[in-house]
Structure formats: C-alpha cells, structure tokens
C-alpha cells in the first residue's frame, strides 16, 4: 500500500497543474462572489443629491439609509461620486431625491445587488409611509408608529424540533466558500481516481495485481491518496480565507475537521462507483463535470437550499454528498452546533460512502 501511495504522490509532484488549478478556482470563485471582506466589513456607498433635493430630506434620507450594520452611507459633491465611480475607487454611487433616487454604476458587481436592494427597501417603506401619513395626522401617526415598533402587540418566536429559537440565517460568505469548495473539490477527487483507469488501460494494473501486493493495499494506496488530496484542498481553502481575510467559521474547528473527512471520503467513494459503471477514461472525463455540477445545483452550492420551495427538487438534494456536507458546515460554523447535533448528516455521508465505495469495488472487479 505503502509504495502504491507514494507513487501517487511521485506522479503528483511530477504534474501538480491539475490539483492546484481546482484550488486556484476555489479562491478566485469565492474572492469574486463573497468578496475578501470579512462578515463585518464596510461598505461605503458615495451619496450626493439632486439639486431640487431640500436639507430637510437629504437629512432624513441619510439617516434612514445609515441604519444598516454593514453599509455606510457617505455624502460627496456630484462631480466625486462621478469620479470615484469612473476610476472604480467605488463600485456604485448614489443619487438621492426627494421621493426618489438613482444609482450610478459602471460594473455590476455582487455586493451593489444588495445594496440596490437595501436603498429600494428603504425608499419604498418610506413612500408606503408618507401615503398613509397624508390621509391622517402626520405627527400622531408617526408617534403611534414610533410607540408600535418599539413595543410591539404580538412577539412571534419560532422554535425547532429541538425546542431552541430558530430561523434561517444566511452568510453570503461562508455560503460562497463552503459551496464553491465542496464543488471544486469534487474536480480534483474523481479526476486523482483516474490514475486506477489509465492503469488499468495501459496494463500496470495487471502487474501490480501479480505482484506481491494484495488488492485491498493496491486499492488503499489509490483511495487513501484521493482522499488526502481532496481534503488537503478543502482545508487550504478554508484556511486560506479564515486567516488572511478574516471569514468566520466559529470556533468548532474539530467538527469542521470531521465534517470535511466524512464529505471527503464520500465523495471518494462516489468516483469509485462511476469508475466501475464507465468502461474508458475518456468517459469519466465527460461524466465528472456533469454530475459534479448537477450535485451543486440541487445540493445547495449554488444558492441556499432554503430558499428552494419545488418539493421535487428539495427530494432529490436530499441524495446528493454535498447537501449534508453544507448543512454539516454551516450548522458547525453559523449555527454553533455540537458534534451530536450534527450527527444525523455526518451519518449519512459515512452511509452514503460505504454503499457507493462496496458497489463501486465490486463492478470494477466483475469487469475486470
């Protein structure tokens, strides 16, 4: 098993283009779309104003828009907004109204969809409120509104199976990374088991299986480097971006350890199971992108899978590896949960690999 690893590795150090361009589309995929901000950066949003906007509305406007946690809403003269904007020192400016707006950008980027969301929300509770407002007394109605919010008639609190408060709560960032990760991953897992193919067709895998190697050490050697180059890729990944940019991915480091080796060796497994179906490398070259990109789509990589209502594609998640490797990750990280919370998904990524690595080593035997 021993010299069947280290030959792997050989091979490895010999041509590492493959292995270290899935990990350079981790970090570039996730730098793009989560962006290298930590979770509790600012953004700062260039504002100027109309000329028919009144002092009264500017202030009031900047306000309103200043309420969020994680946006800062700063005022510029027209010609710095535009300058700044062109240069692309910021991303997107904008112009306030009375009752109105506008939002100057050059590129579209991820982080000004939710800003433009944020100042339409904004803009449209206020007009829905000053409608309203028109029809009574203003200042009594602003008063009782004031007095509504801060004590509200009916608190609703939601609770889960367990008994705790719970909601869905949505990290852009560690959704990104998780997601992107455990995709890319999957590249760098299946196409390291196409060394058993190519062997295969070139006939070592016939001398090593007279050699006075057994085939569970020829196996080993195959499946144990697969495993450590798929989770050393994750690990960097996730490292990578927790210390040099600052993501939060909470402090249950050893569940994050365990959920990333039972996501691994499923995954592992899963090639095994596609190596034994095709018959040609050339094959498992054209199946891999498709099912890896098929598992993301309908595991929750691409988007949160809460938000997913078709009841036929909520089914078939539940059969993809990546499914639970992300709700793994992200109970670990977002929700703060124990490892015996997490056991029902780790479970059935162990499960998952153990049916798909026995199925998978017994059609590779039969054809052979």
Not at 2 to 8: D, E, G, I
Not at 177 to 188: E, R, V, W
Not at 190 to 212: H, Q, Y
């Amino acid at each position: 098993m021993k010299s069947v690893f280290l030959l792997q590795w050989q091979r490895f150090r010999r041509a590492p283009t493959l292995v270290l361009s899935f990990l350079g589309m981790t970090i570039l995929f996730v730098s793009v779309l989560a962006g290298f901000g930590g979770p509790n950066s600012q953004f700062t949003i260039y504002t100027y104003g109309d000329p028919s906007l009144e002092e009264e509305k500017k202030v009031k406007w900047l306000d309103r828009l200043n309420e969020a946690e994680n946006l800062t809403f700063k005022w510029v003269e027209e010609s710095e907004a535009h300058e700044a904007v062109s240069s692309r020192d910021a991303g997107l400016a904008l112009k306030l109204m009375n009752d109105d707006y506008r939002i100057l950008i050059a590129v579209q980027e991820p982080s000004s969809v939710s800003v433009e969301n944020y100042v339409y929300q904004v803009f449209s509770e206020e007009l829905r409120l000053q409608e309203v407002a028109s029809q009574v007394d203003a200042e009594e109605f602003r008063s009782e509104l004031e007095q509504v919010t801060n004590e509200p008639a009916i608190q609703l609190v939601t609770e889960s199976l367990s008994g705790e408060e719970s909601t869905f709560i949505y990290d852009d960032q560690l959704h990104v990374l998780f997601g992107m990760t455990l995709f890319f991953s999957i590249y760098t897992i299946m196409f390291s088991l196409m060394n058993v193919a190519e062997e295969k067709r070139v006939g070592t895998w016939d001398r090593l299986i007279v050699s006075p190697l057994y085939k569970w050490q020829i196996y080993s050697g195959h499946l144990l480097y697969s495993f450590l180059i798929g989770y050393v890729q994750i690990l960097v990944a996730f490292l990578f971006f927790r210390f040099l940019f600052g993501f939060d991915l909470g402090e249950r480091y050893g569940v994050l350890l365990l959920v990333i080796a039972c996501y691994t060796f499923a995954i592992v497994s899963l090639g095994m199971l596609v190596m034994g179906l095709v018959k040609r490398s050339q094959q498992m070259q054209a199946v891999v992108p498709i099912l890896a990109t098929a598992m993301a789509m309908l595991g929750g990589a691409y988007w949160p899978i809460e938000i997913v209502t078709n009841e036929i594609l909520l089914a078939l998640s539940k059969g993809m590896p990546i499914y639970y490797g992300l709700d793994a990750l992200k109970g670990a990280a977002i929700y703060n949960l124990e490892l015996p919370e997490l056991l029902q998904p780790i479970s059935i990524m162990l499960l998952f690999g153990v049916v798909c690595m026995g199925i998978g080593i017994n059609l590779m035997e039969r054809r052979a």
